[in-house]
T-cell receptor
Framework: AQRVTQPEKLLSVFKGAPVELKCNYS??????LFWYVQYSRQRLQLLLR??SRESIKGFTADLNKGETSFHLKKPFAQEEDSAMYYC?????????????FGKGTRLSVIA | DAMVIQNPRYQVTQFGKPVTLSCSQT?????MYWYQQKSSQAPKLLFH???????NEADTPDNFQSRRPNTSFCFLDIRSPGLGDAAMYLC?????????????FGQGTRLTVV
């Protein structure tokens, strides 16, 4: 069964401090991993996907298959990063496996 | 421009009175999803359509039904809402999900049951 675990409900950091939002997953095949973000009063939207190995708004995430983790990191937090962050997993290439979400972590960046 | 639109944004219904939530998309995506999200919980998938193929999650209550009359529209019907069905309901669309695709979400409908 697919499962995504985000152990922290709330993470508070000071502006300029490093951020790491943790995500662990369980899946029997080769999953696709994503981070979605929801800013206040906005819709849920994609932040980044593991296959792209991209940096979006200074955030990066590396898929570690050995540890089954996909932690989200940013070296210097900004106030505008305050939001709800969801790690999500899909089954990949089959095209008919929907997204499964973790419970989310609320990031609060303190000025 | 909103690409996935949910109506209404807020819905209040009486205990046991059928209610329908609607979702429309302008993206022409094959796949449409309905998620239920309760406070401080993960969005929980209720069902999804791949074109006209309907996929019901095993633990979705029978009280919840869905219709997709065409590519653009999808409805969530709750036949007899209970107090426990109060939640945010999220609609999303995507092409067939894979490495380079993403799901697009509506703003959600917050359902209150009184």
């Amino acid at each position: 069964a697919q499962r995504v675990t985000q152990p922290e409900k709330l993470l508070s950091v000071f502006k300029g401090a490093p951020v790491e939002l943790k995500c662990n997953y369980s899946y029997s095949g080769s999953p696709e991993l994503f981070w979605y973000v929801q800013y206040s009063r906005q819709r849920l939207q994609l932040l980044l996907r593991h296959i792209s190995r991209e940096s979006i708004k200074g955030f990066t995430a590396d898929l570690n298959k050995g540890e089954t983790s996909f932690h989200l990191k940013k070296p210097f937090a900004q106030e505008e990063d305050s939001a709800m962050y969801y790690c999500a997993l899909s089954g990949g290439w089959s095209g008919n496996t929907p997204l499964v979400f973790g419970k989310g972590t609320r990031l609060s960046v303190i000025a | 421009d909103a690409m996935v639109i949910q109506n209404p944004r807020y819905q209040v219904t009486q205990f046991g009175k059928p209610v329908t939530l609607s979702c429309s998309q302008t993206l022409n995506h094959n796949v449409m999803y309905w998620y239920q999200q309760k406070s401080s919980q993960a969005p929980k998938l209720l069902f999804h359509y791949y074109d006209k193929d309907f996929n019901n999650e095993a633990d979705t209550p029978d009280n919840f039904q869905s219709r997709r009359p065409n590519t653009s529209f999808c409805f969530l019907d709750i036949r007899s809402p209970g107090l426990g069905d109060a939640a945010m309901y999220l609609c999303a669309t995507s092409p067939p999900l894979g490495r380079y695709t993403e799901a697009f979400f509506g703003q959600g409908t917050r359902l209150t049951v009184v």
